[in-house]
């Protein structure tokens, strides 16, 4: 028997595009261990209790008389045994199953690699975004080490968490929330980006670590976004409008895998840049509206076809190490990748300690900036940026 949802807003985003250009959006996850350290039986039994233990990630999309919904389809984890001779040819497999995954629009959810080298073997995770969303990652992260049992998560767990987030997804498009969106993108209509669907793929640029002062608190994440909008406006000369996601998930349903998120948008100053209060007094605004589909947002203006300047996310990273059923394994950061759908730019800020790293990649076709250009500037803003936070102060000169 078939069980079928309506898809989410991110879901259906998600879905449409990659009926549009062909290409699903994955996240790929890469796990390192000692070479011939992880049995392949034994990790085909974690990936598939994974698999069947989240109703999610045996879910595919279907399109049928013009409604898209998401079809529980169990069948399994996709896995595979592949032999490198070094590292260079491993992640060149890699990126062939990654690419394999998001051109395969008809399978499941998930699918994995082990690709052992003489120096290392690597889990190779690869999910489709379209069924999870960051607290997802960590849950599966999680489930590595101790997997679920088959009937871990029953659907109509699952069922009932999506049916919560679909009736909040459609209170929010009635509250006041598209009324302050449509105003916020009218201030800069003659300058909104481009429509775009596709992206060219690329290496992920990592640029040199930003120090956070000493007497820093509260969260990165506005000065991130500031430094980015005032990088973009030094390569474009124009204001950016610039998406990230946004969590929102019902603490309900903390344990459910699934894409409970949404995009948000934050619209640069149509006149002369922000200054950092402004900018900070603009974005605490556009949260309080945090909760409207992003659909319903991209439809309140002719000329905004949801398409942006950039996409960023921000990562706080503790310790990588996983556990693989039983077995120590590192997290390795991807070093290639494509654009989100919709952004010639993605930008990839890790916090670890005291420093902030960024990771960009660019589609250089679609602008007139260099990667280089725009991370050099970005770094030198966020700089800026905190060191101007009150109370802040460089490590050489605290007390």
């Known amino acids: 028997m078939t069980y079928t949802l309506p898809l989410m807003d991110s879901q259906l985003r998600f879905a449409l595009t990659a009926e549009r250009t062909g290409r699903r959006l994955s996240v ?27 109703p999610a990630l045996s879910c595919r ?8 919904r998401q079809e529980w389809q169990p069948s399994g984890c996709d896995f595979a045994e592949l032999a490198a001779p070094d590292s260079e040819t491993a992640a060149e497999q890699t990126a062939a199953a990654v690419d394999d995954f998001e051109t395969s629009l008809d399978e499941p959810a998930m699918a994995a690699r082990l690709i052992r080298t003489p120096d290392a073997d690597d889990l190779l995770l690869i999910l489709d975004h379209t069924f999870v969303d960051e607290q997802s990652l960590l849950l599966v992260k999680s489930q590595l080490a101790t997997p679920p049992r088959p009937d871990g998560t029953p659907w109509s767990r699952y069922e009932a968490a999506v049916e919560d987030r679909l009736a ?14 449509s105003e916020r993108l009218g201030t800069i209509a003659g300058a909104l980006p481009a429509a775009r669907l596709t992206s060219r793929s690329g290496s992920i640029i990592v640029f040199p670590a930003v120090e956070v002062p000493h007497g820093f608190s509260g969260s990165l994440f506005p000065y991130v976004l500031l430094a980015l909008h005032g990088a973009l406006r030094d390569v474009s000369g124009s204001p950016a409008v610039i998406g990230y996601p946004w969590g929102l998930r019902n603490p309900a349903f903390p344990d459910v895998v699934g894409c409970f998120m949404n995009t948000v948008i934050s619209v640069g100053a149509a006149g ?6 402004d900018f900070l007094d603009r974005w ?5 509206h945090a909760d409207v589909p992003y659909s319903s947002v991209a439809a309140l203006e002719p000329a905004f076809s949801g ?25 390795i950061p991807s070093s290639h990748g494509y654009p989100a759908p919709g952004a010639p730019t993605e930008a990839v800020v890790v916090a670890a300690g005291n420093e902030v790293q960024l990771r960009l990649i660019v589609d250089e076709t679609a602008v007139d900036y260099h990667a280089a250009d725009l991370g050099d500037r970005w770094c030198r803003r966020l700089g800026e940026a905190l060191a101007g936070f009150p109370g802040s102060s460089s490590p050489d000169r605290a007390t």
């Open 284 to 288: 605490f605004r556009e949260i309080d």
């Open 307 to 331: 398409s942006v300047s950039a996409f960023i996310t921000l990562e706080h990273v503790g310790d990588r190490t996983v556990g693989i059923a039983g077995v120590p394994a590192v997290e």
């Open 168 to 181: 909040f997804e459609a209170a929010a498009a009635r509250g006041p929330g598209p009324a302050f969106w």
């Open 272 to 277: 002369s840049p922000d200054t950092a209060d």
């Open 61 to 68: 999309v279907g399109f049928s008389r013009g409604i898209t």
């Open 28 to 54: 790929p996850l890469v796990f390192r261990a000692p070479p011939s350290t992880l049995r392949t039986a034994v990790v085909d039994d974690v990936v598939q209790s994974i698999a069947s233990g989240n």
